[in-house]
């Protein structure tokens, strides 16, 4: 499961609850101690001794003073640590996300898990092929890669490398292995070979095209010359996240 937002209540939850004993020990120990003294239920013998007197009440030595705060920095570290997990998380999850609703993909089951099961590489099919259909269907969406190395490519399933990908096109899975992609001298042409046009999916397909010579001013289109639509999608910066995660944005 990668939705990791759902987990955002008991993180909030744990990450508090540590706080709320971890600050108060590094600035004073000697403060949780006298407050945790208040729920002692055990009476103090009467003939207790000194030590046994100043340890009933919650006061520190030396020894425990620096023990608690090495504690309290212990639980400062594990949480940041589970603030980070989450932040890291939720920025692979928002960010295959993000890619797949640019490629077309429209919201369903595989939305929960958007880095294994709504977004991949391809499969079956690299985009060279003769054209069999009379006519064609025109392809929507890519992103050049030449350029920008996008991070989601990093968590999604079967994702090609970046010295492999020049050029990504993404079409639904039922018509990324008729997708052909025909690199001219003036132009990129892009079609889909099939004669339906091709539905709206849950789930997208990325085709990795490696250019043959650089793009230059060529024009990336699909049939009858229209210019196709570029997407950028990536994953937010941590930054970004972190102020998502705080106000529920």
């Not at 000194?50 to 620096?66: D, M, N, V, Y």
């Not at 490629?103 to 991949?120: L, Q």
Request: glycine residues 6%; charged residues 20%; aromatic residues 8%.
């Amino acid at each position: 499961m990668r939705n990791y937002w759902s987990l955002l209540p008991t993180v909030a939850i744990v990450v508090v609850l540590i706080l709320l004993y971890a600050v108060p020990t590094l600035i004073n120990p000697q403060w949780t101690s006298t407050i945790m003294a208040l729920f002692r239920t055990t009476p103090v013998p009467a003939d207790a001794t000194p030590e046994e007197a100043r340890r009933a009440a919650g006061i520190l030595g030396p020894q425990q003073i620096r023990s608690r705060r090495m504690l309290a920095v212990a639980l400062v570290g594990l949480v940041l640590i589970i603030v980070g997990f989450n932040i890291s998380f939720t920025r692979e999850s928002n960010g295959c996300y993000r890619a797949a609703k640019a490629f077309g993909a429209v919201d369903g089951v595989p939305a929960k898990d958007p880095c294994v099961n709504m977004i991949y590489g391809t499969f079956i099919g690299d985009g060279t092929g003769i054209k069999l259909e009379d006519k064609p269907v025109p392809a929507e969406f890519y992103q050049l890669v030449h350029k920008n190395k996008p991070a989601y490519l990093k968590w999604i399933q079967n994702a090609p490398p970046y010295d492999q990908a020049d050029l990504l096109i993404g079409t639904g899975q039922s018509c990324a292995p008729d997708l052909r992609v025909e690199q001219q001298d003036d132009k990129i042409l892009v079609y889909v070979d099939t004669d339906q046009p091709c539905p709206h999916e849950d789930s997208t397909s990325l085709t990795a095209i490696k250019l043959k010579k650089p793009l230059g001013d060529r024009k990336i289109v699909t049939l009858d010359d229209k210019p196709m639509t570029e997407v950028n999608p990536d994953m937010d910066s941590w930054f970004t996240v972190l102020k998502k995660l705080a106000t529920g944005g």
